[in-house]
């Protein structure tokens, strides 16, 4: 036996008896013939082996596997109250908790790799690389402060890298503390009925049923939140794990002879609704791959024909959950495809653009924090309503801001979990011996692969609640084996100091959320824009100013500070072209985004209505599909503002425009001048739609030269089929009612007659027309009787009648006019061929 052996075979002699309830269950196990071939199998552990697990309590186990569940109730993190807290909590763990084992050399290089990595964006610029162009020209052309590193914004990237190395640090922690197999039950039953409850909480504010006032709400910035996170996708992942938690403990307490396996049996309808009242097409795939998985290395071990009735059995628990969701999720599962994928709204796209970004600096990235303020000077995504926060993917994220430097010792890492926690399979030694631990490392392994592989297409592991939760799941799933030394005097002592420093770290963000930044950063440079904009609501907009100029300086890529400081500027009556200065910095540092540029021009109203063009500009440029209807609000303005109508012509530069700019105009020079650009750019009105045509020589004969386009619409014959009622009302007008006739008729939907009935007695038809008043069908048969028999008075007296029933069709009252035209009265034609012309 080598040295290593030696070292741990003394604790082994002097481990204490299984007491009480353990015991107990062995001994009753073992008196009721409970063993199964399976209970047989063993994990690969020789008893020398099996010495790793370092003795503890359990109740250590229901305070570590707390703080996650605790992180993700409140607030997961995401705010700086939230940080703060679970910040303080994580660091007196790690003060009264030391670690008991040590990191093997190749996963301790991976982990101190992927957190110092990015502190290597601090280096000055000038020393590795030449600027970006885009970095260039917002200092140069627009004035803006940058940080003269790597990262441009220094601030932001130390706060980032400050959140990275607390859940950096929590990992290390996880994955040496050394757990006891008392601890791992325990743990693993407080992760699932803390996600359990989270479930239960989701739905019910889902449903209103109450309200959770501390979780993440921003609609504007997150969209619409379900559950304890920003992101409503993390709270079906975690439901999804869940499940698989679930069904672990509930097996466990089975064998166990535990009733604990009737709350985890319950324990599974939360979850599964969670998943199908978020509509969530992850939590789904989640929830059948990690079943699937659980099942594999569980239940499935005796034969194909198990396998395959498993197999099948979930097929149809899953088939029919979609049929009970009503639809919603199977929708979800098939809408958009392949090319929603790929479209500019799509994943793919922004996985491409991410990737491009990367390209740029691979290798240190563009510094923690970033993405949001750098992607839009990359990236040629159209992005008018919405801004990419992320490029939802946990993996891309942290290669476009840390780079490959850090990626790949964080692989190196994750890599050596992975293969840190098998055997999955063990060979038949009659002990039972680590089988019960086993399956439960087994399952908290399965279930940190599933949070890994959503973190390949979502961001969950970029909250702090979530990644809490997921590096006590890999502490878990380590096997005792793969820890063999013992830590040292400098481990314990060296995490109790980084306790120590978390205990600063959280003060500090505690402080932030009371109002004083203390940490230069996103957090501070939002909680001075917060007290900014209640001040300036207050009337106080001198004294926001300052502290708007103070969250520029720490994050002096946010677009929205620099409008914001731009509506203090213009409210305390400093020069407008300093404030249209802070305007286009904030356009420029999000070239695509179009909702500020709206909101600036209606700023301007109040203080020089010409500038407001200069945002309206914008919007119509970045945003064309909505082009017409934001122009007509502009347009709306300028009845107020009539100084406006000259500068908004101006921004007419397509026919659709000009067309909506005509629709405003109450004056015939007005009306003359813009009609005459419009017919130099499109002579034959090819960019309108027909209705818009057809409003377009309404307005022309109301406003315009009458003349000019009479005689255009008399020999324009594709424009007469849109003005051709605006040409017969002029012919009506000046009498010529005959002409008016003959223009309407032909643009006048086909008539479609009832078919004549069989009887051409004229006196039985008027009989049975007075005996049925109201009967339509006998009115249109005596009416077709009596046109036959040459009785036109007698045909328009009946069609009169006939046209006053409330069904009466729709052709009647052009053939009113047809009986009326044989008689050479046009007039009266012409008036009901007016009233057919207005009916739809």
């Not at 063993?42 to 250590?60: F, K, L, M």
């Not at 000077?377 to 993996?395: V, W």
């Not at 999955?424 to 039972?432: A, L």
């Not at 659709?656 to 109450?666: A, D, G, H, I, W």
């Amino acid at each position: 036996m080598n040295k290593e052996s030696d070292q741990f075979e003394e604790p082994v002699k002097k481990l204490p008896q299984l007491a009480g309830d353990e015991a107990e269950e062995v001994d009753s196990a073992s008196r009721m013939g409970d063993f199964q071939e399976d209970d047989f199998e063993d994990d690969g552990t020789t008893a020398q082996e099996r010495s790793y697990d370092v003795p503890g309590p359990a109740w250590q186990g229901y305070v570590f596997a707390s703080l996650p569940v605790v992180a993700c109730m409140f607030g997961a993190g995401r705010e700086s109250w939230s940080k703060g807290s679970i910040t303080l909590l994580l660091a007196l763990v790690l003060i009264f908790f030391a670690p008991k084992r040590k990191l093997p050399p190749i996963a301790l290089f991976g982990l101190l790799g992927a957190v110092l990595a990015p502190l290597l964006s601090f280096l000055p610029a000038n020393w590795l690389f030449k600027s970006p162009a885009w970095q260039t020209t917002l200092v140069q052309d627009w004035d803006i402060h940058l940080s003269k590193t790597l990262t441009p914004q220094a601030a932001v990237t130390m706060e980032a890298w400050l959140f990275f190395a607390t859940c950096i640090a929590w990992l290390a922690w996880c994955l040496t503390r050394g757990f006891s197999d008392r601890q791992r039950r325990a743990m693993i039953q407080i992760l699932t009925f803390g996600g359990i409850l989270l479930c239960l909480l989701s739905i019910l504010e889902g449903t209103k049923s109450i309200h959770i006032p501390w979780w993440p709400r921003n609609p504007l910035e997150w969209g619409n939140a379900f559950g304890p996170f920003a992101n409503r996708n993390h709270i079906s992942s975690l439901a999804a794990m869940t499940c698989v938690l679930c069904a672990a403990t509930g097996f466990d307490a089975h064998r166990r002879k535990s009733r604990l396996w009737i709350p985890c049996l319950l324990g599974f309808i939360p979850p599964v609704i969670c998943i199908f009242m978020n509509s969530s097409r992850a939590g789904l795939i989640l929830l059948f791959f990690g079943m699937t998985a659980w099942f594999g290395t569980v239940a499935m071990r005796r034969g194909f024909l198990q396998k395959l009735a498993v197999s099948t059995s979930l097929v149809f628990i899953i088939s029919t959950l979609l049929v009970m969701s009503g639809g919603n999720v199977s929708k979800r599962l098939t809408e958009g495809g392949i090319a929603h994928f790929t479209s500019d709204k799509g994943r793919g796209s922004l996985f491409v653009e991410s990737l491009k970004m990367t390209l740029d600096s691979p290798w240190t990235g563009i510094g923690l924090g970033n993405f949001e303020a750098v992607f839009p000077q990359f990236s040629a995504l159209s992005a008018t309503r919405f801004r990419f926060l992320h490029p939802e993917s946990d993996l891309l994220w942290l290669l476009s801001e840390g780079g490959l430097l850090t990626v790949l010792p964080a692989l190196l890492l994750l890599s050596w979990i992975f293969l840190s926690t098998g055997p999955w399979y063990g060979k038949k030694k009659k002990h039972k011996s680590g089988m019960q631990d086993r399956r439960l490392r087994n399952a908290a392994a399965i279930v940190f692969g599933l949070g890994a592989i959503h973190g390949l297409g979502d961001v969950p592991n970029h909250g702090l609640g979530y990644a809490l939760f997921m590096a006590l799941l890999a502490g878990i799933a380590i096997r005792p084996r793969r820890l063999p030394s013992a830590s040292g005097m400098p481990q314990r002592l060296a995490f109790r100091l980084g306790g120590v420093m978390l205990l600063a770290l959280g003060a500090a963000w505690t402080a932030i959320a009371l109002g004083h930044p203390v940490l230069p950063g996103s957090s501070a440079a939002n909680a001075l824009r917060s007290r900014a904009v209640k001040l300036a609501d207050s009337g106080s907009p001198a004294g926001a100013l300052p502290l708007m100029d103070q969250a520029i300086e720490m994050a002096p890529m946010d677009f929205r500070y620099y409008y914001e400081r731009a509506c203090l500027r213009l409210r305390l009556g400093q020069p407008k072209e300093v404030a249209l200065l802070d305007f286009s910095r904030s356009r420029v540092l999000d070239p695509t985004y179009a909702m500020t540029c709206y909101t600036e021009g209606l700023f301007w109203l109040d203080f020089d209505p010409q500038y407001a063009v200069v945002g309206w500009r914008e919007l119509l440029r970045r945003y064309p599909e909505a082009a017409p209807g934001n122009y007509q609000q502009m347009l709306g303005y300028s009845y107020q503002h009539p100084e406006l109508r000259e500068p908004l012509w101006t921004l007419a530069t397509t026919s659709e425009l000009k067309f909506e700019f005509l629709r405003s105009v109450q004056t015939r020079d007005e009306f003359d001048r813009c009609l005459k650009s419009l017919l130099v750019q499109q002579p034959d009105l090819r960019g309108l739609d027909p209705e818009q045509r057809k409003n377009l020589f309404s307005m022309w004969y109301q406003y315009g030269n009458q003349e000019a386009l009479i005689t255009a619409l008399e020999t324009n014959r594709k424009w007469q089929e849109d003005g051709w009622r605006t040409l017969a009302e002029h012919y009506a007008r000046n009498s010529d009612f005959q002409r008016a006739c003959q223009t309407a008729i032909p643009f006048l939907p086909s008539v479609i007659r009832t078919a004549p009935g069989t009887s051409t007695n004229i006196a039985a038809l008027e009989r049975a027309l007075l005996y049925n008043p109201t009967d339509v069908r006998s009115g249109i048969d005596l009416f077709q009787a009596q046109k036959t028999q040459g009785d036109i008075d007698g045909a328009l007296r009946t069609l009169e009648k006939a046209a006053a029933f409330p069904n009466a069709p729709a052709y009647v009252r052009q053939e009113i006019a047809t009986l009326y035209m044989m008689k050479q009265d046009f007039r009266r034609a012409w008036e009901n061929l007016r009233e057919a012309m207005q009916k739809p």
